[in-house]
């Protein structure tokens, strides 16, 4: 199978092809969605910090136009990204949840970070480029580990502050230097809820563009311990039976992947399919 959206590096001094448009009140789109003719979308009042060539959509090139701030088009208006995950077509997603990891990063390393002069785009190769220190700067991604800790018919999961009402989640958290995987993840389950886990199994990964995390997945046994939530970080954490679950995360997202895997495996029903 092929697919239809492919990140490439693109020339701006060519003319033609699609372009999305962010600002930091998330992306510009009309009823056709979030993908505009590029030539036109020059031609609107746009505070255009910088531009990127950032692939192909069903073979056409695809830019990137990074605003300073929003500005009024008529007929438009502007979303944040995680609406388009939430709501939209799921390859468009994909281009977005790209843009927006590049345009954040470019405009981030704007300046070089050892000596303070400004940068520029190194022509063909996705980095940021300081000529007098001779140093390369490339898009940041953070792993971050996020488990479902299972007790047979139980899962264990847990509440942040920042989470919509209501809401239990499996536990996640970034990793640190000199961390490995499954080093990070058994601290996560400690520092979050002080439950110890065995028989860390991967179950897959997803990029998560919130903003620029990699979402390593995994289910773990419990192996010990009573839950003590975190001050601040966990709100409510909870053994719940797969029959008797608590409002869960979107659909799209791992943490609901890992959920889904485990509670169809224990019913008996087929298994979902991670969301790229
Ligand atoms: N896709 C999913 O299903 C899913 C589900 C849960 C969490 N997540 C994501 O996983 C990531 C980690 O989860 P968490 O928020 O529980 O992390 P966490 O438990 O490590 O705690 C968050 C804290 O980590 C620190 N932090 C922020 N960015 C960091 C970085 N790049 N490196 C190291 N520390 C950093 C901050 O102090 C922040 O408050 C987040 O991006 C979150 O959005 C994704
Ligand atoms: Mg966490
Ligand atoms: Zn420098």
Known sequence: ???????????????????????????????????????WLKRQDLAILAEHGI???????????????????PGCQWKGLRAFMLEGDHTVYKVLAYAAQIGTWAREHRYCGNCGQAMSQVPRERAMYCQPCDLRSY?????????????????????????????????????????????????EVREEVRIEVRNIQYMGSQCWPFPHSMMLGFHAEYAGGEIVCQEDEIEDAQWFNVHELPPLPASRSIARYLIDVYVARRLGHAEPVLPG
């Open 1 to 39: 199978m092929t697919s239809r959206w492919t990140t490439a590096v693109l020339d701006t001094d060519q003319p033609g092809g699609w372009a999305v448009a962010r600002s930091p009140e998330g992306f510009l789109f009309d009823d056709n969605g979030a993908l505009f003719p590029r030539e």
């Open 55 to 73: 692939g192909h959509l069903d073979g056409e090139p695809v830019y990137l136009l990074e605003l300073r701030s929003h500005s009024e088009v």
């Open 139 to 187: 898009p940041r991604i953070s792993p971050s580990m996020i488990v479902l800790v299972t007790r047979g018919d139980e899962i264990l999961l847990a509440r942040s502050p920042r989470f919509v009402s209501g809401v239990y989640s499996t536990l996640a958290g970034f990793a640190e230097p000199g961390e490995s995987a499954e080093d990070c993840l058994i601290r």
